[in-house]
């Protein structure tokens, strides 16, 4: 079945430092992939998402591009804040005639020091 | 607008009592979702709705977990009778029809039984 694998946290920072966080899938078809940031304490957030192959996701400075060929979509930001401590969750549709269906990966838990 | 709103926000109770989770979703929003969160299994969706239908419930882990849409815009998700291992953070969520997969999240409902 359709699945997303993510590297394992938790991740720790220096302000300022670059970030990636590593994401694979498996999916039958042409799934929409999605990442979603959940705050302490709070719901999950959409950050961006990329509806087909080759198409670059962006939003606050975090970019994400869709490769077919290696089935990824990885997570990056040339300059992390200690704002941006997070658990970071890849997700992609789950197209088994579910439409609205998520399938998430596990999370993967960002510490950024000042 | 608001987001989507859930009550209460937390929960303790004993093993064998009656619990009643309450969501309203974002107004205008055709789909609503309901997860659970815990360290072991992160995050699961238990049901979803389309238009207040029941459209995937495979997700919902035993006949003691039961969902209810009777309107636009009110969700109960009901636990009867509760166990220990129930205990987890539950999320509401909801989405517009044009884009079911943009999920907007509540802000959970940290349960403990005890």
């Known amino acids: 079945g359709n699945s997303v694998t993510q590297m394992e946290g938790p991740v720790t920072l220096s302000e300022e430092a670059f970030l990636t966080i590593n994401c694979t899938y498996t999916?039958?078809?042409?799934?929409?992939l999605f990442w979603y940031v959940q705050y302490p304490g709070e719901g999950l957030q959409l950050l961006l998402k990329a509806t087909k192959a080759d198409d670059k996701g962006s939003n606050k400075g975090f970019e994400a591009t869709y490769r077919k060929e290696t089935t990824s979509f990885h997570l990056e930001k040339g300059s992390v804040q200690v704002s941006d401590s997070a658990v970071y969750f890849c997700?992609?549709?789950?197209?088994?005639?579910?439409?609205?269906?998520?399938?998430f990966g596990k999370g993967t838990k960002l510490s950024v020091k000042p | 607008d608001a987001g989507v709103i859930q009550s209460p926000r937390h929960e303790v109770t004993e093993m064998g009592q009656e619990v009643t989770l309450r969501c309203k979703p974002i107004?205008?929003?055709?789909?609503l979702f309901w997860y659970r969160q815990t360290m072991m299994r992160g995050l699961e969706l238990l049901i979803y709705f389309n238009n207040n239908v029941p459209i995937d419930d495979s997700g919902m882990p035993e006949d003691r977990f039961s969902a209810k849409m009777p309107n636009a815009s009110f969700s109960t998700l009901k636990i009867q009778p509760s166990e220990p291992r129930d205990s987890a953070v539950y999320f509401c969520?909801?989405?517009?029809?044009?884009?079911?997969?943009?999920?907007?999240f509540g802000p959970g409902t940290r349960l403990l039984v005890l």
């Open positions: 969520a909801s989405s517009p029809e044009a884009a079911p997969e943009t999920q907007y």
């Open positions: 107004s205008g929003h055709d789909y």
């Open positions: 997700a992609l549709s789950d197209q088994r005639g579910s439409q609205g269906n998520l399938i």
């Open positions: 999916a039958t078809g042409y799934p929409s």
